[in-house]
């Protein structure tokens, strides 16, 4: 789906261990993951993001993903769809494992790494 997704592979030497795991649910694309380490992620459908979501639904830059070792957060950029957090709209949101996060069409669960 873009450049940035790191496929999932439990041989990986990677000496940093993800701190969640973001897994698009959708059917009718090719499903990805991404490994999230502590760091900010922008989610949108310009090339330039972290997390690419190539859909008319999506705006370009249409959130900030905000992880560290003691939570992870998303913030709306103002988006024209919004962001739904287990179905409820949401601008911002302190993420918890098992969250279902709907951006335009695309639909992500994330889940803690223990």
Not at 29 to 51: E, P, Q, T
Not at 103 to 112: A, F, R, V
């Amino acid at each position: 789906m873009d450049n940035e997704t790191i496929p999932l592979d439990s041989s990986s030497n990677n000496a940093e261990e993800p701190l969640y795991i973001l897994s698009l649910l959708n059917n009718e694309v090719m499903s990805s993951s991404w490994k999230l380490m502590a760091k900010n992620y922008s989610i949108g459908r310009a090339s330039d993001n972290n997390i690419i979501l190539d859909d008319i639904t999506v705006s370009r830059k249409h959130a900030l993903l905000s992880v560290d070792t003691n939570e992870i957060k998303i913030l709306d950029n103002n988006s024209t769809n919004g962001i739904y957090i287990n179905n409820e709209i949401k601008n911002d949101y302190l993420l918890k494992s098992g969250d279902k996060i709907q951006i335009g069409k695309y639909i992500l669960l994330l889940t803690e790494v223990t």
